[in-house]
């Protein structure tokens, strides 16, 4: 049985059945400019927006852009869906808020990479019985492990809270590094006088804002560097055809295990730097809703291609927290209800077109360039095949 | 001839995989209690030309008429048709006993009377192996008496036309003979076949007419002493100079 | 003997999701993750029938047709259109799954809610005393287990239906129409699942959630008795039941650390043995 990756879709029959891997991955690297424009448009938004509670917003979408990122480099590349990305996020958060709540004496900094620490291990205890696992079971594997994380909060009820979580995490405000940076951004993009004059909550409102900015951009433009480059083709190469990949010597074991807590650790240390943007913790980042909502973000942005899903988390993400509850007052009332919007509409995408919005459009955006791009790969793949 | 006694008439069946063209407008017919063989090398696309017309794959056609109708769509309404399609590698039920993939092959019937029993000892009294073992599981089965459930359960559904695919392959020479001498009691009882078969020799022994195909076309058609006296085939096909 | 009564009880109850689970992956390569959603369906749909001041047992059957009915607008409008997409059936289900949560949700809210009792009081059984509504559910699941799997082994139709799931294309050229049976399956697997719902939910609390651990729990058993496997699942089903109870009795807290248990068992099962312990049985 061969599993075939949602967005990959239009892939095939585009390319004319030539054989590589789709090409229209490759078609789809935006521009160059575009990608340029995207972070300094976001960089400078501040300026001309002073709409804090939107700018919150935007902040968390960042996030998000983080969380979908992280899984396209197992999911999208590989093709080994990950039902459970929960898991690896809020095993980032826990450990952020459980060390803020027991050791407040540890930095920010420390936090955020024992986030990182924790969700790689975690990535690599359940990358090593899924190696084998395709399909259903992986899905179903990743689905249940996250499910389990959350009966352990249950049973460690009085360290996590259990369903009210925990509140009071040490927030970027209190990280000298992410303060700084923070700061830094905010009097260089605001000016230094405008920022000192704000009140404390729309500083930390902006200081999130940029913090979460910069590791995003360094996150996603590290996942794209790689996701484009020689190690990208090879995980693709592991989606197209596991048994070929591994006759032309990619060694499979390294790749899928790395790809898995890979993904795992940047889910970690953006699920621990959502903690400290949002000061709490909670069952919502552990849930089988925040899985879901990650791969809605990837069907609707076109998975394996990094840049889509990071567009989708902001459109998905800003529609679900601020513009469906202006829209109207039954989403402020029943905020259950914009997940399951989210999920009828992507049933339907599926069933009327299963290929996602963006990568048409980003097609269309950036046309040129394939037939270099073709046989750069070809080289670039016969050079990866050496391990 | 008249054209109640055609059973199968096909006008420009083509069958593509993608970009491969397997089957190039194949154009034959089948009369009713006659078998026609189909021999060729291996890709010629005879198993195709069998699964087109179970219509398991996609194939396009200018006319398929079966049984003074044109052939339906779908897999189903061909079989309750009467076009029963025995497949390559017997694709017996392996886990269900040899009487109820025997059963099974009856359900086409199931809206007439019911003959079933009947059939049933038709099919037992053909393979006496099958009935020695009715109630053993077909995965247990040898080769050869997978070979003979997999017929057998293709006579319960009382074809107008049964197709069979490679019926000897993988088996050995006596076990095949064996065969070859039981296809030849249901031709004689009036069961109209299209064979298709690597072994020649044994497809000639069977056939009353050949087709030859060679790159999905049709490359010699006849009477089959007339193919088996033309000089290309007994060159290529029989290994005589 | 606690652990015995209340294990074969509980082993009955979760036969009865897995079963329809695996009997779907089977016939129709499916899996299915919006499964326990029709266990939820049926507990909840009771639930609202008894609200209303129905009859319990009208309560009940409605539960068991509204999960059933749920089984046949999934196939339909869901699965048919994207049915040779492994991938795309897994996602599509889930989103169902969290459709069908946020749908309670909004209906019943977050909180815990729970049936009336068919039957009240305690019964003692070989010393050990049960509550009746748990023999109830265990009875009941038991009875209905053995009749599917009856009819599996012993009607054409269960036969039919074991074709389909040994060899699709086969059973195509005997005149079988696979995407029908696959239908039914799917219908009478959520029926099954929903009746598993309805007869734990005096018992069990309802909550919006519910769906995820039955779904879990079919799948270690699936996992354990390897996909599609009949006997297999009938067996997990035991093995994973008795765990459960075992779990819950002598493990502090066990109640709330059976999920666990189980995803333990799936990790467990999938590095040993992949293909799962009765993977290759006939089935």
Redesign the interface.
Known sequence: ??????AE?PAAPSDG?SGRPSPLKRLLRPNPLILLALPIVLLYLPRFVDNTTLLQQIAVATIFVMFAASWDILSGYT?Q?N?GHAAFIGTGAYTVALLSKYQPDVSNELALLAAVGAAALLGLL?G???L??K???L???T???A??LV??T??FKTQTGGEDGIAGVKTVIDGSLTNTIGEGLSKLVLGPLTFSGLGGFDQYIYVSYFVTLVFMVVMVGGLMLLGYGKRGLVLRSIQQDELAAEAAGVPLTRYKLGAFVLSAACAGLAGGLYAQVRGTVALDLL???LS?LI??IA?FGGAGSIIGPAIGAYVVVLLQNYYLDRATDLFVE?P??K??TF??L??IV??VQ?RGIVPPLLQRLSGRGSATRAAGATMVEGGGAKP | MSSTDRVLSVAGLKVSFGKAQVLDGIDLHVDRGECLAVVGPNGAGKTTLLRALSRLNESTSTSIEFDGKPLPDSAYATVMAGLVHCPERRRLFPGLTIRDNLELGARRLRKQPDTKAEDLERVFSLFPKLKERASQSAGTLSGGEQQQCAIGRSLMGRPTLLLLDEPTLGLSVGVKEAIIGSIQTIKDAGTTMLLVEQDVNFAFRCADRVIVLEHGQVAREGPTAQIAADPYVKQAYLGVA | MDVLVQGALTSAVIALVALGFSLVYGVGGIVNLAHGSFFMIGAYSAYAMSETGAPLLVSAVVGVLAATLAGVLLERLVITPIRHQEVAVLIATLAVAILVQSGVQFFYGGLERQLPGFVSGAVTVFGVTLQQTRVLAGLVALVTIVTVLLVLTRTPTGRMVRAVAQDEEASRLIGVRPERVTLYVLAIGAGLAGLAGVLTAPYGVLTPTMWLLPLTQAFAIVILGGLGSIPGTVLASVVVGFLDRFVAFNVKDGDIKVGLVTVAVILATLVLRPQGFLGKVAR
């Open positions: 049985m061969t599993s075939t990756k949602v879709q059945g093709g869906v039902f359940i090593i019985p899924c084998r696992l399909g259903p079971y899905a179903l594997a689905l249940s492990v499910g389990a009966q352990l249950f049973i849930a089988v809703d879901l791969i809605i069907a029943h259950e209800l997940i399951g999920a009828l992507l049933i599926l069933i299963p």
